[in-house]
């Protein structure tokens, strides 16, 4: 019986510089690219419409590039201890080949798949892969891991890289039953997926050609000064990255030959957020400071639906949750606005608003929308005191979108609203809303809450669980 592996894709649907495969393919005379829908995680509390289905397209790409090279995905629907441990055991696999992942979700997994392998002798082999760095291997000099982001990022930065692995030329298959791709209806979903306007492509050939475009345009080179001003284009590389589509890695790679710091420490925000998730596995559930896991949220569901559907009266929140809906995406800023906005200004649990980004956004990830809804929340793991991070929307909107043109293009009701109002269309007097073509109250909402009080609630209540 040939030397047979299988290689279990997971959050890593690509075949260039992807270190499972390429082992696998060295050492194996076989392999078998296997993907697992797992009900756990497609009908659990982070489902998501919208990425489930480009999701599916990242795997039909995949599908392709296995095929281009001789091989083809094996696609299984169940628990994985029960799946993967099927597979291997159809093809008489020796192992199984992976990424090795950091939420306490896939470490718990994994563990489970690898102790049901280890009854039938199939070992359950971890590769790096998701992330710019070794994670575990960044330590402090105590040997602890890192709780605040610029020491982590010196320490990120010094760290010896693995090398970048080719794609392999040809994948030599065991025989095995494909199986098919499922209709989102099959994966549990109602309906058509979410039609998103600036439709991004899915799968690895896109990934490239968006990374290479940017990487070589003029966004790269604009990005240290612009990537906060609202309708600036940053390179929407994330839900590519999430899904493991491109490398992170290879990408760091590609920018730091071009000499743009700025953008390389972004991708060490995902990377220290990696490490978080793996040092700190509960706090994908609780907040990091243990003095704010009493702090008091608001439960009202009309702020909560108004804040979701952007309805606040407050231009720069609404116009970012729209384009949430909208598109499946939001700019980073904007995140950050809106973060607050939630937990400072409407008091609603940080939780909520976490949910909510992931039922929508492409780029869901478990660490990079935990810990920014912690860090925006001022709950995480950051040292900043928490009145740093309450954000003045009006402030926000002025200095990051100064004419306009973001909150314009998601709230087309305030187009016509002069410059100098429309961070606070509320104050337009009577002949200035009817100028404008927009009445406040009726055309457009008034500001749901009173910005100045509830600041001053806000800081009342942080000041109080801080003791
Ligand atoms: C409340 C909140 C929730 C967030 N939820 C997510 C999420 O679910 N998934 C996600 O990928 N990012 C999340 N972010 C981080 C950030 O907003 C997005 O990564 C970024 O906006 C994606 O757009 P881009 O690819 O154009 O980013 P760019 O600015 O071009 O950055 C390049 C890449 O660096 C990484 N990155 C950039 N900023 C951050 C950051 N602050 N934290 C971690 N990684 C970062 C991303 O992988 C991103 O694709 C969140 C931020 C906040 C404040």
Not at 178 to 201: M, N, T
């Amino acid at each position: 019986m040939p030397d047979t592996a299988v290689v279990w894709f997971r959050r890593d649907l690509r075949v260039r510089d992807l270190p499972a495969l390429a082992h696998a393919c060295r050492e194996h005379e076989r392999v078998v690219p296997l993907f697992v829908f797992d009900p756990a995680l497609l009908g659990g509390r982070f489902r998501s419409h919208a990425r489930t289905a480009w999701m599916l397209g990242c795997l039909e790409a995949l599908d392709g590039e296995l095929r281009a090279r001789g091989g083809h995905l094996v696609l299984r629907h169940g628990r994985p201890q029960t799946e993967v441990r099927r597979v291997a055991a159809e093809v008489g696999a020796r192992a199984v080949h992976v990424s090795d992942d950091v939420t306490g979700f896939a470490r718990t997994r994994d563990a489970h798949v690898e102790q049901v392998l280890g009854r039938d002798g199939v070992e359950l082999v971890r590769h790096p892969g998701l992330y710019v760095a070794d994670l575990a291997g960044i330590r402090t000099a105590s040997g602890g891991p890192y709780t605040v982001y610029s020491p982590f990022l010196r320490a990120w930065k010094a760290q010896e890289r693995r090398p970048i692995e080719r794609a392999p030329q040809e994948i030599a298959m065991a025989r095995i039953a494909a199986g098919r791709l499922p209709s989102l209806g099959a994966l549990g979903f109602e309906g058509d997926a979410p039609r998103l306007d600036d439709r991004l492509e899915p799968g690895e050939a896109a990934a490239r050609r968006a990374a290479r475009n940017w990487v070589e345009g003029q966004g790269l080179a604009r990005y240290a000064q612009r990537r906060d001003e609202l309708a600036e284009p940053t390179s929407r590389l994330s839900a590519y990255l999430r899904f493991g589509c491109l490398s992170a890695l290879e990408l760091e790679r590609a920018v730091a030959a071009r000499g743009v710091a700025r953008f390389g420490d972004q991708l060490a925000w995902r990377d220290f957020f990696g490490a978080v998730a793996l040092h700190f596995p509960h706090t994908a559930r609780v907040e990091f400071q243990e003095r704010y896991r009493t702090l008091e949220w608001d439960t009202d569901d009309e702020l909560l639906a108004a804040w979701r559907e952007g309805r606040t009266g407050f231009p720069v929140v609404d116009a970012a949750m729209r384009q949430l809906a909208a598109t499946g995406w939001m700019h980073n800023r904007a995140r950050m606005i809106v973060g607050s906005f939630l937990t400072k200004d409407l008091q609603q649990d940080w939780r909520e608003g976490e949910r909510h980004f992931m039922a929508h956004l492409l780029d869901g990830d478990v660490p990079n929308n935990n810990g920014g809804w912690q860090w925006i929340a001022s709950t995480g793991v950051d040292p900043k005191p928490y009145f740093q991070r309450l954000f003045n929307p009006m402030t926000q909107q002025r200095r990051f979108d100064p004419d306009g043109r973001y909150v314009r293009r998601w709230c087309p009701e305030l187009r016509r609203v002069p410059d100098d109002r429309l961070a606070e269309p509320w104050t337009m007097t009577d002949d200035e809303q009817q100028a404008a073509g927009c009445r406040i109250g009726r055309d457009y909402p008034e500001p749901v809450v009173d910005h100045a009080m509830a600041r001053r609630r806000a800081i009342e209540r942080y000041r109080a669980a801080a003791g």
